[in-house]
């Protein structure tokens, strides 16, 4: 199962509603379950560099099925991925990406969100994921 | 000037409703005034390849304020850009890139589309760009 | 739908065989639904350049849904994709790459072959792709 | 001496069989002495970031002809490698790949795994690896 245009967009409306109600400005990409970016939002002044993190991000939580923040542990000087960003053209290890499910709970793809601290990128994101119902 | 999201989604949205109209499915890009990604969708079984394309005609098409076929017809072997394409990480020079502007005539941002003929990709192309009055 | 593990093996298997069955030696890339890589046969002695270029002809032919060959007709000088392969981090758009349906007709990968003239690669491809029913 | 593809295909079979016996999901990579991929395969579900991590964790392991969790000591803050992981196009340095060895004791190439803990990718690489004599 994959993602459609129709549920990334509901997605990305729900994130960016987050984003407002928290008052923050954010990146928001959709990928689908092969990691291909499905539908991605930049909203006014937020973070230029942060276009390119959310995306990482989400390919990131698909690539290993798990929230981004959860590979950041273990990619830690002396833990056990140590400088797995390097790996597939770069990951992002820090909140703020999370996998997408459907009602059944098959993963159709994953949502990355950057551009305020990684708590409030992660919360903007699960509350893109948990709009998909 | 730049474009703002608002305003990036209304060119997504009317270069979607050409690509039904002439019943095509796309993957329809929208880069800001500095050929960042502002806005982003992929119609559900689109060609997965246009994803980046799109992306690309849309940086093209601002990186040199023009149609990004016209840039095409001048990077023909023997021509003036011979092999353009090899700079700023990847150019796309055939049609389905162009120049988004305001009511006053400034340049605001670009919109690239691919999915179709080159033909097609420019139509939706302009129907989006068009839509900014 | 997404081409499983056992099948891709079966694909790479047929292709072996007619590669030994026209004697020539090649490499042999499938790609799923999604341009991941799935599985890889690189038979002794075939050419190393060939690596690359079989996955990327894998991709290729699921990025566009069509045989590399096709593509590459419309990216010559003068064509209405010229230069295509300058995106998607490289394409091979001559012979040698195909899309591999199910019985049902839907397309779950794609099949790149390389290490001959492209007429081989081609029919060796196809060789593979023809295995899935 | 050089893996064969018969050879490197016994591996992949072995760490497949070593994979299933202790219950996990992997991708798992051959290269020949020349770092050069001979055969790969994506067990169906195992993690899509982990086709390319697999492959790097071959390519480092006949890099420095060492398991790759040696070199990740090394590549440590304060270490005497420290961030050797952006050489090479990306290595990857904690465990999962190591040499592959011909019945007289020399390296003809080796192997990567990647899907699961690092220990249990380097006991399904050692598997796949130990299955040559």
């Known amino acids: 199962m994959n993602i459609s245009l129709k549920q990334a967009e509901a ?10 109600e928290i008052k923050t400005l954010m990146n928001i990409a959709v ?4 990691t291909n970016l ?3 939002a930049h909203m006014d002044d937020a973070w230029l560099g942060s276009i390119d993190i959310s995306q990482k991000k989400a390919r990131t939580a698909r690539y290993f099925n798990m929230p981004t923040g959860e590979i950041g542990k273990l990619s830690q000087p002396g833990g056990s991925l140590y400088n797995i960003e390097h ?4 990951l992002i290890t820090f909140p703020g990406g999370v996998v ?3 009602a059944k709970g098959e993963i ?3 949502i990355g969100v950057s551009g305020d601290t990684v708590e409030n990128d992660h919360i903007v994101a699960q509350a893109g994921a948990d709009s998909i119902k």
Chains 1, 2, 3, 4 share one sequence.
């Open 38 to 40: 499905v539908a991605f």
């Open 108 to 110: 159709i793809g994953a």
């Open 100 to 102: 997408i499910k459907n």
């Open 11 to 20: 997605v990305i409306a729900a994130a960016k509603a987050k984003a407002t």
């Open 31 to 34: 990928v689908d379950a092969g």
């Open 87 to 90: 790996s597939n053209g770069g």
